[in-house]
C-alpha cells in the first residue's frame, strides 16, 4: 500500500439512467435511492483509496437541490475530500443530465466519512492524502472545519449541559406551542 495517494486515484464516476422503478409517488426520483447510489459510490471511493474494506461512519448534510426526473441520467462523482488515521471524507457530487436537450442540472453534493476495516473488522490506517491543487486543499480544510462545526453543536447541545432558560427566547420566534 502507498504512503500517500493522489485524489484521481481514487476517483469514481457512475452514471444510471433513471426508471420509473425508481420513482416516488410524485413521479420524481426516490431521494432514497438516490441515497443508496451516493453511499455505494462513496463505499468504492473509499475502498479504492484505502485498498480495504470500508463502512459508512456518517452522512453529513444531504439537501436535494434539484429533483431528478424518470429518463434523466443521474451521474454521480466521488472523490477523497480528507484523510484522517482510519477514516476519509469521500465528497460525492450526484447531476442529472436531460439526455434529449443536454442540459445537466447539479442536484445535491453530501459528505461520506468512511473507516477502512480489516477481516476481523478492525479499523485500519489509511493512505494519506497528496493535495495537488488549490481545490483540493479547500477541499480538505473545508473537511476540517466542517468536523469542528459538529464537534462544537455536540458539545453546545449536551443534554447535561443544555439550560431551557438560555433558549426560551429563540423559540418564540417559531411556529410551537410549549406544553412543558
Request: glycine share 6%.
Amino acid at each position: 500500500m502507498k504512503k500517500y495517494k493522489a485524489g484521481k486515484e481514487s476517483r469514481v464516476v457512475i452514471s444510471e439512467l433513471m426508471l420509473p422503478s425508481h420513482s416516488n409517488f410524485s413521479g420524481k426520483i426516490h431521494g432514497g435511492y438516490i441515497l443508496s447510489l451516493m453511499d455505494q459510490i462513496a463505499f468504492a471511493c473509499g475502498s479504492k483509496h484505502s485498498e480495504a474494506y470500508c463502512v459508512t461512519a456518517s452522512v453529513d448534510k444531504v439537501d436535494f437541490r434539484k429533483p431528478i426526473e424518470v429518463g434523466e441520467l443521474v451521474t454521480m462523482k466521488a472523490s477523497i475530500n480528507h484523510v484522517g488515521t482510519t477514516s476519509m471524507v469521500v465528497g460525492v457530487r450526484v447531476e442529472a443530465e436531460n439526455i434529449m436537450t443536454g442540459k445537466v442540472k447539479h442536484c445535491n453534493s453530501s459528505y461520506f466519512t468512511m473507516v477502512a476495516k480489516n477481516d476481523e473488522g478492525k479499523s485500519i490506517t489509511v493512505p494519506g492524502l497528496i493535495l495537488e491543487n488549490e481545490t483540493a486543499v479547500r477541499r480538505f480544510v473545508r473537511s476540517i472545519i466542517r468536523k469542528e462545526d459538529a464537534s462544537a453543536r455536540r458539545d453546545r447541545f449536551k443534554a447535561s449541559e443544555f439550560r431551557l432558560e438560555d433558549h426560551i427566547q429563540l423559540l418564540k420566534e417559531y411556529n410551537i406551542q410549549l406544553a412543558l
